[in-house]
Each structure stands twice: as C-alpha cells, then as structure tokens.
C-alpha cells in the first residue's frame, strides 16, 4: 500500500510531517492497492482510494439500487442521485470535522486513471489519543466475490495504524450482526481476530453481533504495512 496526496490550490504549500508527530488526515489522501492474486486462477485489480468527490453520487446511487441483499440497520437510504450527493456531502463534512474518514475505492486501470467504483470503507471516531477506532464497508454488488472488500480493508487498516497509533490507537472495531456471514469471512481474511458477542439491541440492532478486533503491530518506529 502506498499514500499519496493531490496537488493543493496554488500558492498552498504540500502535506509534509516529521515522524513520531500528529498528522491531520488530508481530504485530499488518496491510498493504493497493487493487483493482488486471489487464487491460482484469479486476481483483484489495483485499487485506489480516495475521499468521496460530488461527482461519485451516480455510481453510489447505481450500486445502491443494484444491491439484491437487505440493507443492514442503520444503513443509509440511497435510491437517487440525489440521496447520493447528500450523504457524500455528510461524509465530507465529517471528514473536515475529524470524525470519521470515508474512502471510495475505485478499479485503477492500466493507465492509472480512475476506473469502476468499487466499494466504501471509512475509519469512525479516530480521534487523536483515542486507543480504538471503528471500521465499516461496502462493497458494489458487481465488485462481490472478488476479493476487493479484504484488499480495501486492509489497505484502510494499515494506514489507519501509521497514520494514529503514533497517538494512542491500538487497535480497530469491525462490528456485524450474526447472520451477516460474508462480513465475518471478510473479517478473517483481514486479521481481524472474533471477540465477542453483543446482545440485541432492537431497533437498531434486532439481532446478536460479532465483534472482531486488529491490534496495531507492536514494531518500534510506529505501525507497519500489513500483510499483501
């Protein structure tokens, strides 16, 4: 996985930091997954993450609309472009507000520009000294089953691990109900280790949930990248 950032307005000078010192997280980060083999017959595409832009809220509202699985709670309503351009502007204005971090993943292709969106993975509630944090995704109906939710994942964990364990983070939340079973796989393909069972909490929650937990890597000098 590699951090990159964009180039700023003219005259802003770039995102520079001193290792071992708190970073904001620049709206304008935007993270990269090599091609990855899934198995012997089959690999993901490289992957590129990056903030929600206005210009995504045709493709969320399409994969929306695609999606056969039932939505699970709490969920966001998204039908219409319009639903879309509002939620992305809720993920922006938490972003500016440092409460949580949403990320599109996206296909890259050859050439490097911007391919099919992909999926949604954001970091909640990382806020600098905190010692946990909370994880969720999404994936594109068309992108399942391609190994794209674990490579996003993990992409998203390693840099959650270098960007705020130099503060206090150690470790991450991925939280699911019990019936929800790809996300369960998806949390073991990504390390993050079951630990335990929450009770119902209707409405909201009418079922049990998993808790699975990823420990920041005990190396000196901060977080490492994790396994590809």
Known sequence: MTTSHTPGTPGTPGETHTPGETRTPCPTTVLRCPVA???ATAT?????????REDDAAALAEG?????TEAPPGAPTIRNETEGLRWIHLQQQAWTAGTRYAFAVLE???DDSEGALLAH???????????SAEVGYWTAPRA???????????TLTTWAFTTFAPTGLTHLNLLHQ??????????????????HTLPPCPPMYPQEGHVHVARAPARPGGAQPRRA
């Open 178 to 195: 019990v019936t929800n079973l790809a996300s369960c796989r998806v949390a073991q393909k990504t390390d993050y280790a079951y630990s």
């Open 108 to 110: 890259t292709r050859p």
């Open 37 to 39: 083999t899934v198995t």
């Open 121 to 131: 993975v954001v970091l909640k509630d990382a806020a600098p000294g905190s010692s």
């Open 64 to 68: 929306h609309r695609d999606d056969p």
């Open 144 to 154: 399942r089953g391609r190994g794209i939710a674990p490579r996003a994942l993990e």
């Open 44 to 52: 993901t595409p490289a992957l590129l993450l990056r903030s929600w």
